[in-house]
């Protein structure tokens, strides 16, 4: 029996158009933070660190430390990576990289990998293997446009996709504000400033925000526990353990608001934020600890259970940022015994500010601490809290 043709033909597949992303847009060390975001799952790093943004990158933008179990322990591999946001990049160019990274008679890292947004020849990609092998280095790879244009269009990197060029190949991203803060007055500051902030394209409407300390919630529960026959934990035990906040509207440009919060250890923080916006609700997890006496940190934002029910093939993952250097800690089972020193919320003259931190002026604004970079910029942090301050918009 001969089948209808009409019967034989496959549905027709939809097909997804995907635009040349301009990288030019980017300034460099946007570009650079880019990089240290898509390289984060090329292998299991012990340190990723951004040697760029510091100053002093001694040929490279960064460094990163893989630690490889070999029969003898555990061996340390250092890699070199280097971010060129360059639209060509000759023979002769890829080699004065290479010798600015490597200089004759110094130790070959371990690893090199050469990133920028552009196509190499053949004539290029001989000489960077050719040179990298003579300098002994053991394993080398070549990143042009193509390969982080794929990188960039796998679903697990929309949310890199969307917050650096403003591009999402799941539709719009939604409006909601989230939370996360920094330290009140200084670094080391006991105090903090938790601000609400925007994030997405258009203005988010009628949020509400419920704010809780994990640290304080889990010892609450461990006395609930320990005390079954009583209702509720002493009104003393943590002091208070969660905010409610309504945001009628909070603009992209703007601070949707702030609110000031102390931490029971300012080193070793865990929150969970409830939010609910007209666009949909959303679950915040934001966690900080002081790693090297460096404030490191891990922030996701989800949709929340019915989104995820309804669209069960979709990504849940709305945003999210870790630094390499992140240290997961433990809850808190007791309240710490140290009391920490007060530090004036104020601007303090002749003060170098570690970063992040924010003061309140005498008008009462808020203003965060920065450092200027070599190209102009302004840092308000290390990793991602730099990423964190700035708006989370169509391009942040």
């Not at 460099?28 to 040697?51: A, C, G, I, N």
């Not at 060129?84 to 080699?95: C, D, H, N, Q, V």
């Not at 504000?177 to 925007?198: A, C, E, I």
Request: glycine share 6%; hydrophobic share 35%.
């Amino acid at each position: 029996m001969v089948k209808n043709k009409s019967t034989m033909a496959s549905k027709p597949k939809p097909t997804r158009t995907t635009n040349p992303l301009h990288f030019e847009d980017l300034e460099p060390h946007r570009f650079e933070d880019l990089t240290r975001q898509l390289v984060r799952d090329f292998r299991s790093w012990q340190k990723l660190e951004p040697t760029g943004r510091l100053g002093a990158d001694d040929g490279y933008d960064v460094r990163g430390i893989e630690a490889v179990a070999v029969p003898s322990g555990i061996e340390e591999r250092v890699w070199q990576i280097q971010c060129k946001r360059e639209k060509s990049i000759t023979p002769k160019e890829l080699g004065e990289y290479i010798d600015e990274m490597i200089p004759p008679g110094t130790t070959a890292p371990y690893g090199v990998l050469l990133v920028a947004p552009c196509d190499f020849s053949k004539r290029a990609r001989d000489l960077f293997r050719n040179e990298l092998q003579k300098r002994s280095v053991r394993e080398f790879y070549l990143w042009g446009k193509a390969d982080l244009e794929d990188l960039l269009y796998q679903r697990k990197n929309d949310h890199l996709l969307y917050s650096y060029f403003g591009i999402s190949l799941h539709g719009a991203k939604p409006s909601l504000v989230f939370v996360v803060g920094v330290p009140l007055g200084d670094n080391r500051s006991p105090d903090w400033l938790m601000m609400v902030k925007h994030y997405g394209p258009e203005p988010a409407y009628n949020c509400h925000v419920n704010f809780y300390d994990k640290d304080r919630k889990n010892i609450e529960h461990d006395w609930l526990v320990k005390h079954p026959q009583e209702p509720y934990p002493p009104a003393g035990l943590v002091s208070k353990s969660q905010l409610q906040l309504h945001i009628p509207e909070a603009d992209p440009p703007g601070l949707a608001g702030s609110f000031r919060w102390t931490p029971l250890d300012p080193d070793r923080q865990h929150y969970s934020i409830s939010i609910s916006c007209r666009a949909g609700i959303f679950e915040e997890n934001w966690e900080v600890t002081r790693v090297n006496g460096v404030l490191r940190t891990k922030i996701s934002i989800e949709h929340g259970p019915l989104w995820k029910e309804k669209n069960p093939d979709s990504e849940t993952l709305v945003f999210s940022c870790s630094d390499p250097e992140f240290v997961p800690m433990p809850l808190l089972t007791e309240v710490p015994a140290a009391k920490l020193i007060p530090v004036h919320p104020g601007w303090k003259p002749n003060h170098q500010f570690g970063l992040p931190a924010a003061i309140i002026d005498p008008n009462a604004n808020i203003q965060l601490a920065g450092m200027h970079l070599p190209d102009g910029s302004m840092s308000c942090g290390p990793g991602c809290w730099d990423r964190l301050l700035r708006h989370q918009g169509n391009k942040v």
